[in-house]
């Protein structure tokens, strides 16, 4: 059985019989509230999900959270929501932190009943926070001293037959801490003590009221919990180390907190699922600071009950460095995880989210009843990254056109309340450093550090040098996009789409052509980067020519993956004889590869017969190829048919790459079909058959 919505591919998170990896730690099953064998009863892993931008690692946090909120405990919060960014207005700076405010967020979140089991309260949190606050009131107004105080005093609210009551108790103590804040006595003091005696004092239970003495066991408290309290507000206040220990124990006293409703006889007959804490973009604040207290803690033999989900961007943080590292098949039955006694981040359990494969992407495209060879299309652009897929089916649902460059280009509405906007600039907002957009996009058309700073020189303004191109390759590596040889941006469905924003930069595709002469000059007229950006810019001729003269002088491998990589430049629109854009779409790649413009050809004098014979052959197999690995244009079975053909005939030109050339002719055009790179026969199977330097 499965329950999971839109999600596909990513069974192995969520499936019920047999339990997915999140019911067997959570112990529930999703959407139910029916108990599943926890796969670690007692010690269980901190699950990190990882992979670039548009992996679906939201979209995962969001239904987990959707699958289990009124069965367990759960929060969900985004460490790159703006209430994380900066304090309320207001607030001061030294009595704030994205950490603290991430643990109020996620305590209120958690505090929500759930079937069968009334709300958790948080005493030790709630008496943490507001020492915390208190650091920050020396000239605060009462006012809004009570409004704080009164939010965090909420998470002792227990929810029960006399919540009318607790609701005006919470409202009366906070006026009371206010009143002792800008009373005339010590001012943290007061409202420490105010605090304190509220739970003491309060209705609560009496496990409420004995976690009023949790604090006495801060370091150097003295066994005194007013005192504890005054040194974690002093720790925090100070920042640096200091800050990050007090934070410690403020994320202990959440799951102190989480442990004491699950202990005894009562609670656990009462909950039957573990509590679920979900952090987004954790590489960002406060992730950081909630994930590495927690690992510590459990490294030390402090446990908890609590099951975090959290996803970074990239491969994994350098704190993280010892986590057990699968992907998300290889959890799908069990996780294979033991932790290493010695190391806290081998607590951690870093599952990597694949692509969708060719099936995935069918079921969410023909969704929108597109065109029966869209899916297909689609899959061989995106890769099977999971955003783009979703992005195109919803643009080919509103256009209901088969061409992946009019639906890049095409304005695609995705809010009610939002404009619409070409689908290829909806998709970088989404995979790309928005803060960096403009530099990847010149930067795109680059192969390496030192074309790239060619570029930067030519193109990017002055403050922009060789250093800042190291940082932009460094932080895209970081973000879990692939370092490719040949290509300073690895990933190539992020490419494409940056190129094809490089093109549309302006109405006459001055920049493109700006850059692509930048990249020519730069490099040697023989050289195949040279006439990969000639290509680019529609003139064949001189690939036609190097790859003529050197087909029987260069080794057979090196000629075919020279070939390959020349007709890996990128095309938006069809060219002239002199390299200018037409006006119509006319793409006229076909129709050179299948010989339909030989006649019309001037084949230079100096060749005899068997030379024009060749030059021909050369340039009908150059633009079959550049066609079959357009990634925006649908392979032609019949251009496959002609590329299988011009490489048998080649074969027998070259005695020496005989079995080369013949291997190439059966693999080329089955890869161009399934939508794979083309491999060169032989040794070859790590290339991706684009960017060998």
Not at 226 to 233: E, I, K, T, Y
Not at 296 to 305: C, K, L, N, P
Not at 368 to 380: C, D
Not at 606 to 630: F, K
Request: hydrophobic share 40%.
């Amino acid at each position: 059985m499965r329950v999971h919505r839109q999600l596909h591919g990513r069974g192995a998170l969520f499936d019920t019989d047999p339990a997915g990896l999140a019911p067997r730690l959570v112990g529930l099953r999703p959407h139910q509230h029916r108990a599943t064998a926890w796969e670690h009863p007692q010690e269980f892993p901190f699950v990190v999900l990882t992979g670039a931008r548009g992996l679906g690692k939201s979209a995962l946090l969001g239904e987990l959270r959707d699958a289990y909120k009124g069965h367990t405990p759960v929060a969900l919060i985004d460490c790159e929501a703006a209430e994380f960014a900066a304090p309320p207005a207001g607030r001061d700076t030294d009595a704030w932190s994205p950490v603290s405010q991430a643990l109020l967020v996620i305590a209120e979140q958690l505090a929500e009943p759930v079937t069968g089991a009334g709300r958790i309260t948080f005493p030790r949190l709630m008496s943490g926070l507001v020492a915390v606050a208190a650091g920050g009131w020396r000239d605060a107004d009462s006012e809004r001293i009570r409004r704080e105080v009164e939010r965090i005093l909420l998470l002792n609210e227990s929810g029960s037959w006399i919540a009318g009551f607790a609701g005006r108790w919470a409202g009366r103590v906070a006026a009371n801490v206010a009143a002792a804040a800008t009373g005339t006595g010590p001012l943290l003091q007061s409202a420490i003590e105010a605090t304190l005696e509220s739970i003491s004092d309060s209705f609560v239970h009496r496990r409420q009221q004995r976690a009023a003495t949790w604090w006495r066991d801060y370091p150097n408290a003295s066994r005194n919990a007013r005192r504890g309290l005054m040194l974690l507000s002093g720790h925090f206040r100070a920042g640096g180390t200091s800050r990050e220990h007090a934070e410690r124990h403020l994320v202990r006293a959440l799951l102190a907190d989480l442990t004491d409703a699950y202990t005894g006889v009562l609670p656990r007959m009462r909950r039957l699922g573990r509590p679920l804490v979900l952090v987004d973009n954790a590489h960002r604040a406060p992730g950081p600071g909630l994930t590495d207290p927690v690992l510590r803690d459990r490294s030390e033999g402090i446990a908890d009950q609590v099951v975090f989900i959290t996803a970074l961007r990239g491969t994994g943080r350098p704190a993280l460095r010892n986590a057990v590292r699968h992907t998300l098949p290889e959890v799908a039955r069990r996780t294979d995880w033991t932790p290493d006694p010695a190391s806290p981040s081998s607590r951690a359990l870093l599952v990597s989210l694949p692509p969708l494969t060719a099936d995935d992407t069918l079921h969410i495209v023909d969704e929108h009843q597109v065109p029966p060879r869209l899916p297909h299309a689609v899959h061989r652009l995106t890769g099977g990254n999971p955003l783009g897929i979703v992005l195109l089916a919803e643009a080919a649902a509103q256009h209901g056109t088969t061409s992946l460059g009019e639906l890049l280009t095409a304005d695609v509405r995705l809010h009610e309340d939002r404009d619409s906007r070409p689908t290829y600039v909806e998709l970088l907002d989404r995979l790309v450093p928005t803060d960096r957009l403009e530099e990847l996009t010149v930067l795109a058309a680059a192969h390496d550090h030192e074309s790239a700073t060619a570029l930067a020189e030519a193109l990017l303004p002055d403050d922009f040098g060789p250093a800042d191109v190291r940082a932009l390759q460094t932080r895209l590596v970081q973000e879990g996009l692939p370092e490719v040889p040949g290509r300073f941006v690895g990933d190539p469905f992020v490419r494409t789409l940056l190129l094809l924003r490089l093109h549309h930069r302006s109405a006459d595709h001055g920049r493109w052509r700006e850059a692509h002469e930048t990249l020519i000059r730069r490099y040697d007229p023989t050289d195949r980067y040279h006439l990969h950006h000639q290509l680019a810019l529609g003139a064949a001729e001189p690939a036609v020519a190097h790859l003529r003269d050197t087909f029987t002088t260069l080794d057979t491998r090196g000629w075919l993956r020279t070939l390959r990589f020349i007709a890996s430049a990128p095309y938006f629109h069809a060219h002239d004889a002199e390299g200018h854009d037409f006006d119509a779409r006319d793409d006229q790649r076909a129709a050179v590869a299948l010989g339909h413009t030989d006649a019309a050809q001037q084949v230079p004098g100096s060749l005899d017969e068997r030379g024009a014979v060749l030059h021909l052959r050369i340039r009908r197999l150059l633009h079959a190829v550049w066609q079959l690995t357009d990634p925006l244009a649908l392979p032609d079975a019949k251009v496959c048919d002609r590329l299988r053909f011009e490489l048998e005939q080649l074969s027998n030109l070259r005695p020496a790459g005989n079995a080369l050339l013949w291997r190439a002719s059966r693999d080329w055009p089955e890869d161009a079909l399934a939508g794979r790179p083309l491999r060169v026969p032989d040794g070859d199977e790590d290339d991706d058959g684009e960017g060998e330097a």
